[in-house]
């Protein structure tokens, strides 16, 4: 399975971003589709994720309310963000997952994207 992410970029604080994966390869086994994000000396961290069946959806607390994480059932997931704060500053790595488990389980994801950096100014 390939990743590939694009829309990051410089945005406003209180400003929105969308974010795309495109996915290729044998995405039929695909069970979970995630949006992960990190920033230097931390530990990479779970922002949404979205189970490519039923459309179940996983949100961190920081960001409920403000992200979608979304699908079009093919091989593409999308994440929406609006009222950016600086803190959601950093890389965004899209990941994917073909075993069944908690879908917020970072050791669940085998493949990645390269990243894609979103930088919130104030």
């Known amino acids: 399975v390939q990743l590939v992410e694009s829309g990051g970029g410089l945005v406003q604080v209180g400003g929105s971003l969308r974010l795309s994966c495109a996915a290729s390869?044998?995405?039929?086994?695909?069970?979970?589709m995630g949006w992960f994000r990190q920033t230097p000396g931390k530990e990479r961290e779970l922002a949404a994720a979205i189970s490519m069946s039923g459309g179940f959806t996983y949100y961190e607390d920081s960001v409920k309310g403000r992200f979608t994480i979304s699908t079009d059932n093919a091989n593409t997931v999308y994440l929406q963000m609006y009222s950016l704060k600086p803190e959601d500053t950093a890389v965004y790595y899209c990941?994917?997952?073909?075993?069944?488990?908690?879908?917020?389980?970072?050791?669940?994801?085998?493949?990645w994207g390269q990243g894609t950096l979103v930088t919130v100014s104030s």
């Open positions: 990941a994917a997952s073909q075993r069944l488990g908690r879908i917020s389980t970072l050791g669940l994801y085998d493949y």
């Open positions: 390869g044998r995405i039929f086994k695909t069970y979970y």
